[in-house]
């Protein structure tokens, strides 16, 4: 900004500490914004000019600005559902204590109202489907309908109440991409894995329109408050996509919104909107904030229920044989899938975890640049955790976002179990996340909230850097050489999921002429040490320069 171009700004921020993400100008004291967007970045020497009678002045008194973080992965609506409404487990229950929470949380709501939760661990899979444990259920919760999800999603415990409304008995029979356990005498034992969860879900009754708003909005405040300014949500219906149109009409969106529209009913009820028929009118959901070509598809489950597809099979239970999880479609019906959606600009999201799920996508996706030529949209692959090391480099040839998540790149107890399902040498290979970035690959961080972690985003950045437990639980350190620099991990949670949601002219960084999207922290992160990352409070979230979070300071 020169003498001759000077400005009066609506609002400057001064004396602070800006890391700006974007490499022509990686550092600065003090921005200035009007109408919402950044109109001068520099010292406070030169935004002085900017500063009029009735320019608003912020002194950030020396601390540390950075663009508004976002989520490359979430389920925003279902994680501020389970926050508002429903019961919240530990991995570390086992049924004793699952059943006690239940007992308590029954006590709340009529009869016929359904009882929901979710956080127990596929650890405790084997005890929760033993003989005994439906009927303990059962006594819990009397003939109250209750189901309650594991902290992955992928398998459900549900009573004979909740089995009962759904019309589900004996005779049941196991659906495409999903299992019903049974008892030995072939009575249900109440555990549901991946799709077959869908027949227990079309039963329980929707929320209010009301409630359906409140959800929305406490997914959008509950963000804003840990500075996340924006999420691609990973699975979205109809009903969802309403739900944030809905705070979009209102003005009280507050966060940048790419939504990957469900194409199936693994995790998503069918009646809440679901497959071609949403995908088809999704532009009456488009907006300024929301991003609608998005879709999702699944190509396996997650280790822990010995669903998510490896090349070797699982390690062989005692007494019992060595279980093989396959890819959900074959390499030809997934391309057949992403073909006509590559051809119309929509950016598809696939779900893998397994080494050969993740090879089975890319060799689709491999097939549909053949078909359709190089030029169609980024896709992404979703959790990529264990990745052969000889497919790292087709991400970037293929043109396919890393989209990192759940933030379990640290010593953990799901780790652990999936250790003692794949055996130690698949076990130690996860993650391998700096020789992706390194690839030249587009990298981008999620939480997969409500999926095992929480929203924030700094215990996950934290474990990025560490490679630590960023709680304490488990010591050790996971893969150091893996380990990512500040510098190296920020642009994961800001301009390169801004880029993959369609939004990187925006917003992602601090740059003249994008949204005045940033937030203002308790600490300064570049000059404490890596493991006190975690616990950032952030102290005001701005959107649009507007402020969305004040923590009162």
């Known amino acids: 900004m020169t003498a001759e171009q000077k400005i009066s700004a609506d609002f400057v921020v001064r004396n602070a500490r800006i890391y700006t993400v974007d490499r022509r100008l990686p550092w600065a004291s003090a921005i200035a914004i009007r109408d919402g967007k950044f109109v001068a970045i520099g010292s406070d020497a030169k935004i002085k000019s900017a500063i009029g009678p009735n320019t608003e002045v912020f002194d950030a008194e020396g601390r540390l600005i950075l663009p508004g973080l976002i989520d490359s992965h979430c389920h925003a609506f279902e994680g501020a559902r389970a926050d508002l409404f429903e019961v919240r487990l530990s991995a570390v229950d086992g049924l004793h204590q699952i059943l006690g929470k239940v007992k308590e949380a029954a006590k709340v709501g009529g009869d016929n109202t359904w009882l929901k939760g979710a956080g127990w661990s596929l650890q405790k899979l084997a005890e929760l489907s033993a003989e005994s444990s439906l009927e303990k259920f059962d006594e819990a919760t009397s003939d109250r309908p209750t189901v309650l999800r594991d902290s992955s999603h992928h398998a459900m415990f549900a009573n004979s109440a909740a089995m009962n409304a759904a019309g589900l008995t004996r005779d049941t029979k196991d659906v495409k991409n999903g299992s019903i356990i049974k008892y030995r005498n072939g009575d249900l034992s109440g555990i549901f894995l991946e799709e077959a969860c869908a027949l227990v879900d079309k039963a329980i009754p929707s929320l209010s329109d009301n409630d359906k708003r409140r959800v929305a909005l406490r997914a959008v405040s509950l963000y804003n408050s840990l500075g996340v300014t924006g999420f691609t949500y990973a699975l979205a219906s109809e009903m969802t996509l309403r739900a944030f149109k809905g705070l979009e009409d209102e003005g009280k969106l507050t966060v940048w919104i790419a939504t990957c529209i469900a194409t199936d009913s693994i995790l998503t009820p069918e009646r809440d909107g679901v497959g071609l028929a949403v995908i088809a009118k999704r532009a009456g959901y488009r907006s300024q904030h929301i991003a609608v070509d998005y879709v999702k598809f699944f190509m396996d489950g997650v280790p822990g229920a010995r669903t998510a597809a490896f090349r070797e099979p699982y390690v062989a239970t005692p007494g019992g044989t060595a279980h093989h999880a396959k890819s959900f479609d074959s390499v030809a019906e997934l391309c057949d899938k992403i073909v006509p959606l590559d051809r119309e600009g929509i950016h598809v999201k696939i779900h893998a975890v397994g080494d ?23 896709h992404s692959i979703a959790h990529l955790g264990y990745v052969f090391d000889e497919d790292i480099p087709r991400l970037s040839r293929l043109n396919v976002l890393a989209d990192l998540c759940p ?25 391998p996340i700096k020789d992706i970035v390194r690839s030249g690959a587009a990298v981008a961080l999620g939480t997969d909230w409500p999926i095992v972690a929480s929203p924030s985003p700094w215990p996950g950045l934290c474990g990025l850097i560490t490679r630590k437990d960023p709680a304490g639980r488990v010591g050790g350190v996971f893969r150091p050489e893996q380990a990512l620099s500040l510098e190296e991990a920020l642009p994961l949670c800001t301009i390169n999921v801004a880029e993959s949601m369609g939004f990187g002219d925006v917003t992602g960084s601090i740059t003249l002429g994008k949204h005045a999207d940033f937030i203002v922290l308790d600490r300064d992160l570049f000059e404490i040490p890596p493991e006190d990352i975690s616990g950032t409070e952030v102290l005001r979230t701005y959107f649009a320069g507007r402020l969305a979070h004040n923590a009162g300071t």
């Open 356 to 378: 050969q799920a993740i090879r089975d996508t890319l060799d689709a996706i491999e097939k549909v640049r053949l078909v359709n030529g190089q030029s169609g949209p980024q």
């Open 407 to 431: 933030p379990l790149w640290f010593p953990n107890g799901i780790l652990q179990n999936n250790t003692a399902v794949l055996g130690d040498e698949r076990g130690q290979r996860a993650w």
